[in-house]
C-alpha cells in the first residue's frame, strides 16, 4: 500500500485554530480541509487523512518518538484525553543514568535483581549504554533536573538500587520531563496533536498496519462514552498512515485502586491483539508499595519511593519498622500485605522523621503539599500508606527495535513489553526505557523508509 507523501506542499501557510479553546498551530502542509479537521476531530464524507507517521499517545514515548523523526515526515499524534492527563506526568522519583562506567555492572544486576532475572539483556544493555545521551538531549531540550551545592547534577537512590543513579526535579520529574517534551513538540511544523481521540481499531492492509481508527466527537473531544454523550455524537475517523506507534500506556483505569490515570485501559494491546499481534507476559503487573490511603474513589496518589530512599521507613500500629524499605518493589508490597493482615488495618504508617525538613520541602515539595491538603502533615507525622496497582511490565511483545509482530506496527512505553523490566521493574527505569525504544522505533521507521525506497512515497 503506497501512501501520499510526506514532503510540504509548495505554498502551504502556516495557520492557527482553535482547539479545546486554546490557538494550535497547525503544521504548513496542511490544506484547509484538513484544518478543519484538526479543529473539529471530524473528516468530511469522503475525505481520507493520510499521514506519513501516527502515533498514538502523548507521553514521553510519544512525544520523544515524534522528535526523533525527519521534519520532512507528516506526522500526527493523537490523545485519548488531553495531553496533560497522561502517566509520564505523573512521574515522581526520577529517571536513572549511567553516572560513569563502572556503574553500568551494578545498574545491570540491579535491574535483573528486580525482574527476578526474566529481564532481556539486550534490552537492559541498550537502556543502560544509551542512558548519557538521552539525558543529555533532553537537557538540550530545555529540561531541568535539580542540582548540589556545587552546581553538579544531584542523584538520589531508590528501593533495589545499590547506587544513586537517579536524576530529578524535585517530586515532580515526570511532569518536567513530559512537559518540556511537549513544548518541543508543538515548535514542529510537522506535527499535528489530536486531543480527545480515543483509539478504537488498527487499519490493516495485508498484513500490515495501515493506520488507525479514533474516535472524535463534533467538539473535539470524545474520550469517553460518558463525555461524547454529553457533547454530541461521536464519529469514527479513519487515519491512514505508512506507519504507526502505539504509545498508550497501561492498564491502571481497569484496576479499583491504582496511580494511573482512569482512561489507561489498556487499549493499545487490546487493539492490536484484535489483530493477532503478539502480546507477552501481561500478568506481570507491579504494585506500588506506597500510596496515600484514602477513601476517596479515583486515583490513588503515589508517595515516591525515593521517599524511602532518602530515610522515610515504613511502620506498623505498634511504631516499629518491619521491613528493609529499600528492597524491590514487590517485595515490600508483600511486607506491607502481611503486616495488614496481622493487625487486621487498611494501611501502615510512613514517618519521614529521619528526613530533614527542608529536603522535604524542596525535593518532596509535591507530595508534602498534597498531604497537607489531606489533612497529614510529613514533617510532624507518619502518614498512612497501602500498596497499588501501579505499572504494567508485559504489553505488546516488540524487538530491539521496538516492531511488533505486524509489519509497520510499533510499540513503545507501558504499552509495549521489550523485556527490560522482567517480572518487576527496578524504580525510575520507566521514563528512561520508554525514551530510548521510542527514538530506537523512529531511528528503525527512518531506516527501513530509506530502504523501501518510500521515504517520499
Same mark, same amino acid.
Given at each position: 500500500?503506497?501512501?501520499?507523501?510526506?514532503?510540504?506542499?509548495?505554498?502551504?501557510?502556516?495557520?492557527?485554530?482553535?482547539?479545546?479553546?486554546? $490557538?494550535?498551530?497547525?503544521?504548513?502542509?496542511?490544506?484547509?480541509?484538513?484544518?478543519?479537521?484538526?479543529?473539529?476531530?471530524?473528516?468530511?464524507?469522503?475525505?481520507?487523512?493520510?499521514?506519513?507517521?501516527?502515533?498514538?499517545?502523548?507521553?514521553?514515548?510519544?512525544?520523544?518518538?515524534?522528535?526523533?523523526?525527519?521534519?520532512?515526515?507528516?506526522?500526527?499524534?493523537?490523545?485519548?484525553?488531553?495531553?496533560?492527563?497522561?502517566?509520564?506526568?505523573?512521574?515522581?522519583?526520577? @529517571?536513572?543514568?549511567?553516572?560513569?562506567?563502572?556503574?553500568?555492572? !551494578?545498574?545491570?544486576?540491579?535491574?535483573?535483581?528486580?525482574?527476578?532475572?526474566?529481564?532481556?539483556?539486550?534490552?537492559?544493555?541498550?537502556? @543502560?549504554?544509551?542512558?548519557?545521551?538521552?539525558?543529555?538531549?533532553?537537557?538540550?531540550?530545555?529540561?531541568?533536573?535539580?542540582?548540589?551545592?556545587?552546581?553538579?547534577?544531584?542523584?538520589?537512590?531508590?528501593?533495589?538500587?545499590?547506587?544513586?543513579?537517579?536524576?530529578?526535579?524535585?517530586?515532580?520529574?515526570?511532569?518536567?520531563?513530559?512537559?518540556?517534551?511537549?513544548?518541543?513538540?508543538?515548535?514542529?511544523?510537522?506535527?499535528?496533536?489530536?486531543?480527545?481521540?480515543?483509539?478504537?481499531?488498527?487499519?490493516?492492509?495485508?498484513?500490515?498496519?495501515?493506520?488507525?481508527?479514533?474516535?472524535?466527537?463534533?467538539?473535539?473531544?470524545?474520550?469517553?462514552?460518558?463525555?461524547?454523550?454529553?457533547?454530541?455524537?461521536?464519529?469514527?475517523?479513519?487515519?491512514?498512515?505508512?506507519?504507526?506507534?502505539?504509545?498508550?500506556?497501561?492498564?491502571?483505569?481497569?484496576?479499583?485502586?491504582?496511580?494511573?490515570?482512569?482512561?489507561?485501559?489498556?487499549?493499545?494491546?487490546?487493539?492490536?491483539?484484535?489483530?493477532?499481534?503478539?502480546?507477552?507476559?501481561?500478568?506481570?503487573?507491579?504494585?506500588?508499595?506506597?500510596?496515600?490511603?484514602?477513601?476517596?474513589?479515583?486515583?490513588?496518589?503515589?508517595?515516591?519511593?525515593?521517599?524511602?530512599?532518602?530515610?522515610?521507613?515504613?511502620?506498623?500500629?505498634?511504631?516499629?519498622?518491619?521491613?528493609?524499605?529499600?528492597?524491590?518493589?514487590?517485595?515490600?508490597? $508483600?511486607?506491607?500485605?502481611?503486616?495488614?493482615?496481622?493487625?487486621?488495618?487498611?494501611?501502615?504508617?510512613?514517618?519521614?522523621?529521619?528526613?530533614?525538613?527542608?529536603?522535604?520541602?524542596?525535593?518532596?515539595?509535591?507530595?508534602?503539599?498534597?498531604?497537607?491538603?489531606?489533612?497529614?502533615?510529613?514533617?510532624?507525622? !507518619?502518614? !498512612?500508606?497501602?500498596?497499588?496497582?501501579?505499572?504494567?511490565?508485559?504489553?505488546?511483545?516488540?524487538?530491539?527495535?521496538?516492531?511488533?509482530?505486524?509489519?509497520?506496527?510499533?510499540?513503545?512505553?507501558?504499552?509495549?513489553?521489550?523485556?527490560?523490566?522482567?517480572?518487576?521493574?527496578?524504580?525510575?527505569?520507566?521514563?528512561?526505557?520508554?525514551?530510548?525504544?521510542?527514538?530506537?522505533?523512529?531511528?528503525?521507521?527512518?531506516?527501513?523508509?530509506?530502504?523501501?525506497?518510500?521515504?517520499?512515497?
Amino acid at each position: 500500500m503506497r501512501l501520499q507523501s510526506g514532503v510540504a506542499q509548495p505554498g502551504a501557510v502556516r495557520m492557527t485554530v482553535m482547539e479545546a479553546g486554546a $490557538a494550535q498551530t497547525v503544521p504548513m502542509w496542511m490544506d484547509a480541509a484538513e484544518a478543519a479537521a484538526m479543529q473539529t476531530g471530524v473528516a468530511r464524507v469522503g475525505d481520507r487523512l493520510t499521514y506519513d507517521v501516527v502515533i498514538v499517545g502523548c507521553g514521553v514515548a510519544g512525544l520523544y518518538a515524534a522528535l526523533n523523526l525527519p521534519r520532512s515526515l507528516r506526522v500526527l499524534m493523537l490523545c485519548k484525553e488531553d495531553v496533560a492527563s497522561c502517566d509520564s506526568m505523573l512521574a515522581q522519583g526520577g @529517571i536513572c543514568v549511567m553516572r560513569d562506567h563502572d556503574d553500568y555492572g !551494578p545498574w545491570f544486576d540491579d535491574t535483573l535483581r528486580a525482574g527476578h532475572g526474566e529481564n532481556r539483556v539486550e534490552s537492559v544493555d541498550a537502556m @543502560i549504554w544509551s542512558s548519557r545521551d538521552v539525558i543529555g538531549d533532553l537537557m538540550r531540550l530545555g529540561v531541568r533536573f535539580d542540582r548540589d551545592e556545587t552546581g553538579a547534577l544531584d542523584y538520589t537512590r531508590e528501593g533495589a538500587h545499590s547506587r544513586k543513579r537517579i536524576l530529578h526535579h524535585a517530586d515532580v520529574t515526570g511532569r518536567e520531563i513530559t512537559t518540556r517534551l511537549l513544548e518541543q513538540v508543538r515548535q514542529l511544523g510537522n506535527v499535528a496533536i489530536w486531543e480527545g481521540s480515543p483509539l478504537v481499531d488498527l487499519l490493516v492492509g495485508g498484513d500490515a498496519c495501515a493506520g488507525v481508527v479514533v474516535e472524535r466527537d463534533a467538539a473535539g473531544k470524545g474520550a469517553s462514552e460518558e463525555a461524547a454523550s454529553e457533547r454530541g455524537a461521536a464519529s469514527r475517523v479513519e487515519v491512514h498512515a505508512h506507519d504507526t506507534v502505539l504509545a498508550t500506556g497501561g492498564v491502571g483505569g481497569l484496576y479499583e485502586h491504582s496511580t494511573n490515570f482512569r482512561s489507561l485501559t489498556g487499549d493499545g494491546c487490546r487493539v492490536a491483539a484484535a489483530h493477532g499481534v503478539e502480546l507477552e507476559h501481561m500478568d506481570y503487573v507491579q504494585i506500588h508499595p506506597t500510596t496515600l490511603y484514602s477513601t476517596r474513589p479515583g486515583r490513588a496518589f503515589l508517595i515516591s519511593e525515593s521517599c524511602r530512599g532518602e530515610g522515610a521507613v515504613l511502620l506498623g500500629a505498634d511504631g516499629r519498622r518491619f521491613t528493609d524499605e529499600l528492597q524491590p518493589r514487590d517485595v515490600v508490597s $508483600a511486607a506491607i500485605q502481611r503486616q495488614m493482615a496481622r493487625e487486621g488495618s487498611k494501611y501502615v504508617r510512613l514517618s519521614f522523621s529521619a528526613v530533614p525538613e527542608q529536603e522535604i520541602k524542596t525535593h518532596f515539595g509535591n507530595i508534602y503539599e498534597h498531604c497537607l491538603r489531606e489533612g497529614y502533615d510529613i514533617c510532624r507525622e !507518619p502518614i !498512612p500508606v497501602v500498596p497499588a496497582q501501579h505499572y504494567l511490565m508485559g504489553g505488546i511483545r516488540v524487538d530491539q527495535d521496538s516492531r511488533t509482530t505486524m509489519d509497520h506496527l510499533y510499540a513503545a512505553g507501558e504499552t509495549s513489553c521489550n523485556g527490560v523490566h522482567g517480572r518487576n521493574r527496578l524504580a525510575s527505569n520507566s521514563l528512561l526505557e520508554s525514551l530510548v525504544f521510542a527514538r530506537l522505533a523512529a531511528r528503525d521507521i527512518v531506516r527501513r523508509r530509506h530502504r523501501d525506497g518510500s521515504r517520499y512515497a
